[in-house]
């Protein structure tokens, strides 16, 4: 079974459809114990950070998720929260990466919104994927280069595309809505 976890973002509807396609049944919950008992865990979101934190906190997911153990899955905001803070609302996140979420420039075009490839990736989610590969993002916001990157694109500076640490993945673009390279990446977590 894979839980979504609910904490009031947008997109996680895309997220079930787009496992739906891959034969996959999945369950929208905020649950502690259905979120333990997950073979896989997708934490998707489109949104506001400290509104999602505060959710989290609310219902103590914020320190479960920090507990799991099996194959973790951050889309876009979630990839955020999994950081350490983000400047959205100055707020404190989940810590799981070791390293910040930053705005891009107001001067810049701003959302970073459409297609575009990669610099570099690496590691088990992108066997098969090409640098040139084109994924969907929708973000204004960015988690900097660290030790946990594995994949990385330039919109106005370099940034984390994806970052993994131990059973923790994350991507900043969204899997669900990247057509078949997407899938295949959301295919290759869903295997591990």
């Known amino acids: 079974m894979i839980a979504i976890i609910k904490y009031n973002a947008g997109n996680i509807k895309s997220v079930?459809?787009?496992l739906k396609r891959l034969g996959y049944e999945s369950y929208i919950t905020d649950d502690p114990t259905t979120i333990l008992n997950a073979q896989k865990v997708i934490f998707p979101g489109v949104g506001e950070?400290?509104?999602a934190m505060k959710y989290l906190k609310e219902r103590g997911l914020d320190e479960l998720i920090k507990s799991v153990t099996q194959p973790f899955l951050g889309i876009c905001l979630g990839l955020?929260?999994?950081c350490n803070k983000t400047e959205e609302g100055n707020?404190?996140?989940l810590g799981i990466f070791d390293t910040d979420v930053k705005r891009?420039?107001?001067k810049d075009k701003v959302p970073h919104m459409g297609w575009n490839n990669f610099e570099s990736i690496q590691g088990e989610l992108f066997n098969k994927i090409q640098k040139s590969d084109d994924v969907y993002y929708v973000h204004s916001y960015y988690?900097?280069?660290n030790k946990d990157?594995?994949?990385v694109c330039n919109y106005?500076?370099?940034?984390?595309a994806a970052l993994q640490k131990g059973n923790f993945y994350a991507t900043q673009f969204h899997p669900e809505k990247s057509a078949g390279i997407g899938e295949q990446i959301l295919k290759r977590f869903l295997e591990l």
């Not at 106005?156 to 984390?160: G, L």
Request: aromatic content about 8%; hydrophobic content about 45%; some cysteine.
């Open 104 to 106: 891009f420039p107001l």
């Open 143 to 145: 988690a900097d280069l």
């Open 80 to 82: 955020q929260l999994m």
């Open 91 to 93: 707020t404190k996140c």
């Open 156 to 160: 106005i500076t370099p940034f984390s």
């Open 149 to 151: 990157t594995v994949a």
């Open 16 to 18: 079930q459809n787009a």
């Open 49 to 51: 950070a400290s509104t």
